[in-house]
């Protein structure tokens, strides 16, 4: 989810060496997101005082080098912080879930989704100069969002037929309207309904769970490519 969406947008653009302190700001800011929602969530449930504490100084040196990359870029590009200031909403919604210990909500999930879909627009931007890619990143959407419901069913809902309807309705539904913004997209939306309706309820390991989806994700950066 992290990787696809950038390079997504890096590889269908003009790829820059900006693309590189970018990547880096991007994955450091994650982790400092991270261990910051970790440390608002076991101080407010951990009676061990040592267990909140562990997360202050990743989320301070992550923080700290994020800023290093981040402000040169800021200052280079200025429409970043807008594209940033897009986020915080979805960031905030996921630290409140965090600190209430509701990480695992579905909502939750599909929150996270929308800004790492995000970075795909930002890093077409980077490299083309403009917005031109909301098809990949509406694609890249589609795709994150529906694993969130499949790996439920896979992991902890795997014995709700309620997440399983909802999961092969959602890739179901998703087959046309990946379609309609290329139709090569309906190939690898077509095994993703596969694999919603099959594997669960089948006791695949959780590694095994996530070798798919990295497969998943691997087809759909090769079709976006190769589509648009």
Request: proline share 7%; hydrophobic share 55%; with cysteine.
């Amino acid at each position: 989810m992290l990787a696809v969406p950038f390079l997504a947008g890096t590889l269908l653009g003009s790829p820059r060496w900006a693309h590189l302190p970018l990547l880096a700001a991007w994955l450091l800011g994650y982790m400092a997101t991270y261990h910051a929602q970790q440390w608002l969530r076991l101080s407010r449930l951990s009676r061990n005082p040592k267990a909140p504490r562990r997360h202050i100084r990743p989320a301070l040196v992550f923080g700290a080098a994020f800023a290093v990359l981040g402000l040169p870029l800021a200052y280079r590009y200025p429409w970043l912080l807008a594209a940033c200031l897009v986020a915080v909403p979805f960031v905030a919604a996921n630290t409140w879930y965090a600190r209430r210990n509701k990480e695992r909500a579905l909502v939750n999930g599909l929150l996270a989704v929308v800004p790492a879909c995000g970075m795909l627009l930002v890093t077409y931007r980077l490299g083309e100069g403009s917005w031109g890619a909301l098809g990949p990143a509406l694609a890249c959407l589609l795709y994150f969002a529906g694993t969130v419901p499949y790996v439920k069913t896979m992991i902890r809902e795997r014995n709700s037929r309620t997440y399983y309807r909802g999961s092969v309705t959602y890739h179901a539904l998703a087959i046309p309207a990946a379609a309609l913004l290329s139709p090569w997209l309906a190939l690898p939306f077509a095994a993703y309904l596969v694999r919603a309706l099959v594997l669960p309820g089948r006791g695949v390991k959780v590694p095994v769970v996530g070798a798919i989806e990295v497969m998943g994700s691997v087809a759909l950066l090769v079709t976006l490519l190769l589509a648009f």
